[in-house]
């Protein structure tokens, strides 16, 4: 499994080179892109399209006879005929970056199993910490409480919410689940590294926890793949699987190889 992210600054991404990338991606992704009223999320959803597009086009395959779909809860995947191991993606972003997960598609199709999730370390603005952990108390278990609130310095303790949190958002969408599944039902002890869902043990499960020091170590994320089996690992992604772009580097690139 892999991780490419690209770093997207509104104020560097220019106007001109947005409506050039556009045409780039079907028409029903573009319908999607223009619907948005901020520019700046229209241009995140854009990057978001081409990312699998650009995988794609590093395999071989023209950017006309790249085709996907989504499932019934809306999970984006690839049908793009004659891809041969099956790709696996999944893509998030928050604020400044727009990251995807991908590999091989073993099992779970047709979206396969993988998903993936990166939070920016921030608290809302004229908010406590103590009053943010009290926002989101009902999607912690009791043990992930105690360890945020734990005697650790406020830097660890936003990093340890946000390590919880993007591992449940990227267990949730590696099952193609939609908005509404309860994360109290997921616990992840970020001091023993276990997780468990229902009281139980996951079983089968690769979670890769990554930093982008790009960004001075000011996001987490993780990426989650089912593999099948009785264990479940909890690791780093290694430095050769995470990549980092410029986003007007990249849909420069993107421009220049598809077009």
Not at 133 to 160: G, H, M, Y
Not at 199 to 223: D, I, S, T
């Given at each position: 499994?892999?991780?490419?992210?690209?770093?997207?600054?509104?104020?560097?991404?220019?106007?001109?080179?947005?409506?050039?990338?556009?045409?780039?991606v079907?028409?029903?992704?573009?319908?999607?892109i223009?619907?948005?009223?901020?520019?700046?999320?229209?241009?995140?959803?854009?990057?978001?399209?081409?990312?699998?597009?650009?995988?794609?086009?590093?395999r071989?395959?023209?950017?006309?006879?790249?085709?996907?779909?989504?499932?019934?809860?809306?999970?984006?995947?690839?049908?793009?005929?004659?891809?041969d191991?099956?790709?696996?993606?999944?893509?998030?972003?928050?604020?400044?970056?727009?990251?995807?997960?991908?590999?091989?598609?073993?099992?779970?199709?047709?979206?396969?199993?993988?998903?993936?999730?990166?939070?920016?370390?921030?608290?809302?603005p004229?908010?406590?910490?103590?009053e943010?952990v009290?926002?989101?108390?009902?999607q912690?278990?009791?043990?992930?409480?105690?360890?945020?609130?734990?005697?650790?310095?406020?830097?660890e303790?936003?990093?340890?919410?946000?390590?919880?949190w993007?591992?449940?958002?990227?267990?949730?969408?590696?099952?193609?689940?939609?908005?509404?599944?309860?994360?109290?039902?997921?616990e992840?002890?970020?001091v023993?590294?276990?997780?468990?869902?229902?009281?139980?043990?996951?079983?089968?499960?690769?979670?890769?926890k990554?930093?982008?020091?790009?960004?001075?170590?000011?996001?987490?994320?993780?990426?989650?793949?089912?593999?099948?089996?009785r264990?479940?690992?909890?690791?780093?992604l290694?430095?050769?699987?995470?990549?980092?772009y410029?986003?007007?580097?990249f849909?420069?690139?993107?421009?220049e190889?598809?077009?």
């Amino acid at each position: 499994m892999q991780v490419w992210n690209v770093l997207y600054d509104p104020l560097e991404f220019p106007d001109d080179l947005y409506h050039a990338a556009l045409p780039l991606v079907d028409q029903t992704a573009q319908n999607k892109i223009t619907r948005f009223y901020r520019r700046e999320d229209a241009c995140r959803s854009l990057i978001g399209n081409l990312l699998p597009r650009v995988l794609l086009q590093k395999r071989g395959v023209d950017k006309d006879d790249m085709t996907f779909a989504t499932t019934d809860t809306g999970k984006p995947y690839c049908t793009t005929p004659g891809v041969d191991p099956p790709l696996a993606f999944n893509v998030t972003h928050d604020e400044g970056v727009i990251a995807m997960a991908f590999g091989t598609g073993d099992l779970g199709p047709p979206a396969f199993n993988i998903g993936v999730d990166v939070m920016k370390l921030k608290i809302p603005p004229r908010t406590t910490f103590t009053e943010f952990v009290d926002i989101v108390d009902s999607q912690l278990t009791t043990r992930e409480k105690n360890l945020i609130l734990a005697d650790v310095t406020e830097e660890e303790a936003i990093r340890r919410f946000y390590c919880i949190w993007t591992l449940k958002e990227a267990y949730t969408k590696a099952l193609g689940i939609g908005l509404g599944f309860d994360f109290r039902r997921i616990e992840y002890d970020v001091v023993e590294e276990k997780v468990s869902v229902d009281g139980e043990p996951v079983r089968g499960w690769q979670f890769l926890k990554f930093e982008l020091p790009q960004c001075g170590h000011n996001y987490v994320g993780f990426a989650a793949k089912f593999v099948g089996g009785r264990g479940t690992s909890i690791s780093e992604l290694s430095e050769g699987c995470l990549v980092c772009y410029d986003a007007v580097s990249f849909v420069n690139r993107a421009i220049e190889e598809m077009s």
